[in-house]
């Protein structure tokens, strides 16, 4: 058996199920900033295929943070990635302050996340998110880091669960959508899956996780058939492009690759006005990676995936996840 013939049953395998290409472009809309826009799963939404990471919000200058917000949404960015805990709340302080001129909140759809898996402390969270984030709704509200065990019998204990308290939220007008998000166990995103409705999911995304410990082949194709929309992140495997430089691959590929994918968003971390304009240029008039480019990719990443050393927030025991909730269960011990 060739070695030729083997890399591509290798490409096919790994690309089951999940739909790139010409599929892509068949529910992907410009928009007139040229930034295109995806279905946002079953919601009836169409969101930016770039996301605005709320991690890298909090610049040290607060002023330059706002006028690269400014400088997104006129570009024709319209999705907000943010968390409660995020710098101590400071993003979203920022992206409050940012959205309270000139009409800026009505454009744009706004995603945060809880970090409490308790019915008090969520309802607490929430409140905070908004007086935060200036607004009367959250558009998604997520269940940050769902990756610790026993997370969702917590979340949704009738009783005490922090479910309880967000589905109060949406009763009352304060949230529209609800979602999860996570990055160490695709099983545990299955379990989730099974448990509840959800609008949208957000799970890690790029030629590494394809091979390892795989979001890509284990839960994107679940979300599609389930018709959740799905919202990609960790496509430069973490802070500092470190996939990028460790692979030698240009940050452009490693996006690009990742909203290849049948994605409603990527959400993308920027530190500078540079990383911005870098980013938005890859997402206006997108198209997808061809089939080549996209094997070609692959085998790079085969190798360098295998220990997952460049994913480490695929590690247990690497820290990553969500800092509240981690304290919580120390506490609780």
């Not at 935060?132 to 969702?152: A, N, W």
């Not at 922090?162 to 949230?175: F, P």
């Amino acid at each position: 058996m060739s070695n030729d013939y083997t890399r591509r049953k290798f490409i096919k395998t790994l690309m089951t199920g999940v739909a790139m290409g010409p599929v892509v472009l068949n529910y992907q809309r410009q928009s007139p900033g040229g930034i295109p826009t995806r279905p946002l799963g079953n919601t009836g939404e169409y969101i930016s295929i770039l996301g605005y990471g709320g991690w890298d919000t909090a610049v040290p200058d607060e002023k330059v943070s706002i006028k690269m917000i400014h400088e997104a949404i006129e570009a024709g960015v319209t999705f907000f990635d943010n968390a409660w805990e995020y710098n101590d709340g400071r993003s979203e302080e920022i992206v409050g302050k940012a959205l309270s001129v000139n009409g800026l909140r009505k454009r744009v759809f706004v995603m945060t996340k809880v970090c409490a898996r308790d019915y008090e402390g969520a309802k607490r969270h929430i409140e905070d998110s908004l007086r935060r984030l200036k607004t009367g709704h959250i558009d998604l509200l997520q269940f940050h880091s769902v990756q610790y065990e026993g997370d969702p019998q917590r979340i949704f204990d009738p009783e005490s669960g922090s479910m309880k308290a967000v589905l109060e939220a949406k009763k009352e007008g304060k949230v529209r959508f609800i979602g999860f998000s996570g990055h160490m166990y695709p099983e545990m995103h299955l379990e989730m899956i099974d448990l509840f409705n959800w609008d949208a999911v957000q799970l890690p995304l790029n030629i590494l996780d394809a091979h390892y410990n795989s979001f890509q082949k284990k839960v994107l194709p679940v979300l599609n058939r389930k018709k959740i929309g799905a919202l990609g992140m960790k496509s430069l495997a973490g802070q500092n492009a470190r996939l990028s430089r460790e692979l030698n691959v240009p940050v452009k590929l490693c996006r690009k690759y990742a909203m290849s994918l049948p994605v409603s968003t990527l959400i993308c971390g920027v530190q500078t006005p540079e990383e911005l304009r870098s980013d938005l240029e890859i997402a206006r008039d997108f198209k997808p990676l061809d089939e080549d480019e996209i094997n070609e990719l692959l085998e790079t990443s085969r190798e360098p995936s295998r220990d997952g050393q460049i994913e480490q927030y695929k590690n247990p025991h690497s820290g990553f996840g969500c800092s509240y909730h981690s304290r919580v269960l120390r506490e609780e011990k």
